[in-house]
């Protein structure tokens, strides 16, 4: 067997009666989707059930898996200490996960502090899951927490537990613990943010079509902004049905509180070759040549200590044309080296690139070097520059549409066009005054430029 399903659940410690003491009727919607969920969970018989949650420990570059043979919690932090939970953990299970992970140098496993208490993430889907087994648990559990990894990253570890799943012919369902954005109202604990109804609505959408494709193509910086708490949960649970047909089930979403609810099911309903989402993605960024020569270049240098040669068969362009480029790395779509130039400094664009994307990784004083346990993770992408062309005012300018350089005198600074974050022209020009150390009301020269990229 493999995974017999998966569902996706909030974990408002509110929704459970002794900590709620009648608050919980205010999401009764949610509640009853929750109980649902549960009873569809306990229908599918899993012998062992992974409950994916953000709230256990959290390390950046490592996802941790709970080792031992058993954990025990309550809700006593939340006023209920009489609601607890011990469960027995899958060792089995657990060891056949990690040793997959370490066979493929993937950074995930048990190493690390060791936890005790189950967290409330963990608990509040116990306490649903129990009522609808009826008091205990026939079953064993694996408790995994996120990182600070790549969205790619977390989608992967869903694939290792469902390959140990069948390795070990067990069956397993994913239960993914999250809520949605934390900023859906002014009234809100958290407040109100733009992003966050545009966030729960988005990933809403994207779960009720199992377009698991969509939700790893989301930018981190928007589901940042948004205040996610479980995008990284929704992806272990999409990669752990990686490959398979999936009938997806939207059961309630809810945003009364002003923090996202949402619970749906998903389930398996046999091979589909067209939904192997990562190889698509890594073959796309394979097939850009841009990308691959920025990538060949900084491997090849942190492998060898020295600059790759000018590749033979280059596309016309990289072989002929001088322009300038900027290479940009990110990590966990956090930016993790970015080094260009403006005008072309090398023979071809080819040579341009691969010398920034060296500096990119090797030489941006922001960060530290590159490392090789790093390489799996990063993501490049390549901004070839038309030439820049004068203009009068900001008026003329485009965020979206043209990059800017601000100068004064021997000053000089740029922005790319189109970056995260940068709405407006005034925010493009401050930014690149600053880069550049130029003051605020110092008199400037502006110029403008197109980039093609390629990522």
Not at 73 to 97: H, I, K, N, P, T
Not at 386 to 411: F, H, N, T
Request: hydrophobic share 40%; aromatic share 8%; proline share 7%.
């Amino acid at each position: 067997m493999a995974i017999t399903g998966a569902a996706m659940v909030p974990h408002p410690p509110l929704i459970v009666p002794a900590v709620g003491r009648g608050g919980e009727k205010q999401i009764s919607k949610t509640s009853g989707a929750y109980a649902r969920a549960a009873e569809r969970v306990a229908a599918w018989a899993p012998e062992t059930v992974v409950i994916v949650t953000p709230h256990s420990i959290m390390y950046h570059d490592y996802i941790h898996i709970s080792p031992g043979k058993s954990a025990k919690g309550d809700f006593g932090r939340f006023g209920a200490s009489g609601v607890g939970f011990r469960v027995e953990y899958d060792q089995e299970l657990v060891a056949a996960v990690t040793d997959l992970a370490d066979a493929a140098g993937f950074p995930a496993g048990t190493e690390g502090e060791r936890e005790k208490a189950l967290d409330h993430g963990f608990m509040v889907p116990l306490y649903f899951l129990k009522e609808a087994l009826g008091g205990s648990f026939p079953c064993r559990f694996v408790r995994v927490g996120l990182s600070g990894l790549p969205f790619e990253s977390h989608y992967r570890l869903g694939m290792l537990i469902r390959e140990a799943a069948e390795k070990l012919d067990r069956r397993v369902c994913v239960i993914a613990s999250g809520d949605l954005s934390h900023y859906g109202r002014e009234d809100g604990p958290y407040g109100f943010r733009p992003e966050g109804p545009e966030y729960d609505a988005k990933l809403m959408d994207i779960m009720g079509r199992a377009a698991f494709d969509e939700l790893l193509a989301m930018s981190p910086a928007f589901c940042e902004k948004a205040g996610e708490c479980g995008q990284r949960s929704f992806l272990i649970l999409a990669g752990a049905l990686d490959g398979q047909k999936v009938e997806a089930e939207i059961l309630s979403y809810e945003g009364v509180t002003g923090v996202g609810y949402g619970v749906g099911l998903f389930t398996p309903r046999g091979p589909d070759g067209a939904r192997h989402f990562i190889g698509r993605a890594e073959s796309k960024a394979a097939q850009n040549p841009y990308v691959r020569l920025a990538v060949e270049s900084f491997t090849h240098y942190l492998k060898n200590g020295r600059m790759m040669p000018k590749p033979y068969g280059l596309p016309g362009e990289l072989a002929k044309r001088r322009a300038g480029a900027f290479v940009t790395l990110r990590k966990g779509g956090a930016l993790r080296g970015c080094i260009g130039t403006i005008s072309p400094c090398q023979d071809t664009l080819a040579e341009e690139i691969i010398h920034n994307a060296v500096s990119a990784a090797f030489r941006d004083p922001r960060f530290e070097p590159v490392r090789a346990e790093e390489l799996p993770h990063i993501t490049c992408s390549v901004d070839v520059l038309d030439a820049p062309e004068p203009v009068q005012s900001m008026v003329d300018l485009d965020v979206k549409e043209y990059g800017v350089i601000v100068s004064s005198g021997s000053r000089r600074g740029l922005l790319l066009p189109n970056l995260e974050g940068i709405e407006t022209v005034e925010e493009q020009v401050a930014i690149a005054r600053q880069k550049a150390g130029i003051g605020p009301k110092e008199p400037i020269q502006l110029e403008r430029f197109r980039v093609v990229r390629h990522e």
